[in-house]
């Protein structure tokens, strides 16, 4: 039995993506326009003292107006990190009603190869799509300062180099750091994964509810536990007079529950791709098992 | 051979058993009719022949593979037509050029030979098809696969009257000797020429599985006027042209034409 075959594999990806095209390019314009509506009301209505720093400081002109298109990196990386999840929660939409699943099933091609490209696309794919619209959507802004007499700043640097270029997003300065955001990042995600799979109807609202209920309930768990009595360290930091600088201490604790939390993002993809092999055409009313 | 071993079957949330120990066997070089009223399973069946539905127990195999497991080598060999299918608003050219490389047996010439009989020509868009006509190029790329195993659930609903009879005359000239073909319908008439075996199903079980050819040697089908009616009548519906009567087919009786709708009347009252 073949599970994989990389030529049946590429050709499948070729097919979903070309299939879906008129898919990507509607999402691509309502990304693009929702980022730059957003990227007008930062910069246009929620700031109206462009005129009057031009006027009056027109050497901090630009400190100013890149504060103000920083709120538009920080929107799009919320936007982003949405859409990450909506998507990931619809990796299979191409199967949520009876028709398409039966194609879907009965596609000869492997399950393996069927999930593979269903993650592929819903978020390296996705990922591209965002990006490049995050992108088109400042270029855009830029576009409209331009012909409106504005200085040039752009925003999607900022997110990677922060505001003036000097990695001024804290999160850059350690790799622990980084880390830690990547490993938290793909475990959220995953969740979105295993509820993507797991319910068959309105999977978004549906894993939402769920990781917020049981949130509260491990909250409410954890509540109970007499933390005085465990010594828990996870990072700590140490501030030298002498030298004036703070050092960050991440204690053995952070590297393991870093490494189980990836070990979890492993274990919500296998639980994910088990549901899948197991769907069927016609499946619990709210549950695709 | 698709083998059934001794399934039961029930949906989520439902009580009732859709099949409980059922079995069947399907041969190679057959046209089956699976006929059955509303709701007695067809569909489901044809869903648990294909690994679309998974049996609570028992299995079905395809080649001595469990269809449950969907393996590429066994769906590239099995094509089920939908009564309502998926086909995506593009050219059929690119359809076909996107999909054919999954079916290594895919034929290009049964696919023009299949649009030509239907109508249509090979670089229509989906998109702009009407139902029966999507129906019909759904078909035509379901012939071209060439898949030893071709399930169809109602074919004929949608089509136009001339299109049935391009229908039977497509799947007529695309039988080969290793194929079998499924057909669930209730549009009897529209197939019953060209069946060879008839599977008729009841509530879990087969309430009939028998060739054309035993059905023939064993009924005969006719009209009879009220004068005629006699013991040897089965069952009798009246119609227009007199009654419409099966009979016990007696030595040096002449055969008859086979009344599907008829036996189906007479199997499942009789019952």
Known sequence: MNTFNYNRFSQALKCHFLVERKTWIRLFGIYTLVMFMANLFFTRVADSGYSHWAEKYPSELFHHYSRIVEQTAVFGIIFFCFAMLFTASGMFSQMKDTRKRSAYLLWPVSNVEKYVVSVLISVVMMLFLTISAYILADTLRVLVDWLTGRIIVWGFTMPVMGRDGDHSWGVYQDWHGVWMVLVWAFYVHSLYIVGGTLFRRQQFLFTSGTIVVVGILLIMLLNQIDWNSIHFDFITGTWDEKTQTYTTIYHPSFYIINSAMMLLVACHYWASYKLFTRMQVINNKWLNV | ?271
């Open chain 2, 1 to 271: 051979m698709i083998n059934v071993q001794n399934i039961s079957f029930k949906y989520k949330g439902q009580k009732a058993l859709v099949f409980d120990g059922f079995s069947l066997q399907l041969e190679e070089n057959r046209i089956y009719g699976l006929l059955g009223k509303n709701g007695t399973g067809k569909s489901t069946l044809l869903y648990l022949l294909s690994g679309l539905l998974r049996p609570i127990s028992g299995l079905v195999y395809c080649d001595n593979v469990a269809v449950y497991k969907r393996t590429p080598e066994l769906l590239s060999n099995l094509f089920l037509v939908t009564e309502e299918f998926e086909m995506p608003a593009i050219c059929l050219s690119e359809y076909v050029k996107l999909y054919k490389p999954f079916y290594p047996n895919f034929s290009d010439e049964v696919l023009q030979s299949c649009l030509a009989d239907f109508e249509l020509p090979a670089d229509v868009h989906l998109g702009e098809l009407s139902m029966g006509q999507r129906k019909k190029a759904y078909i035509a790329f379901a012939m071209a696969t060439n898949t030893r195993y071709l399930l169809m659930d109602e074919p004929t609903n949608g089509l136009d009257i001339p299109s049935k009879s391009q229908f039977r005359k497509v799947i007529a000239q695309h039988m080969t000797e290793d194929r079998t073909v499924v057909i669930s319908t209730h549009q009897v008439h529209d197939v019953e020429q060209m069946l060879d075996h008839i599977l008729m199903l009841d509530r879990h079980s087969v309430l009939m599985n028998a060739s054309m050819q035993d059905i023939q040697d064993q009924y005969t089908f006719e009209y009879r006027t009220p004068q005629q009616m006699d013991d040897s009548v089965l069952y009798a519906e009246p119609t227009l042209q007199g009654n419409a009567v099966i009979c016990r087919r007696q030595e040096g009786d002449a055969e008859t034409q086979v009344n599907l709708e008829l036996l189906f009347n007479y199997k499942t009252q009789a019952k």
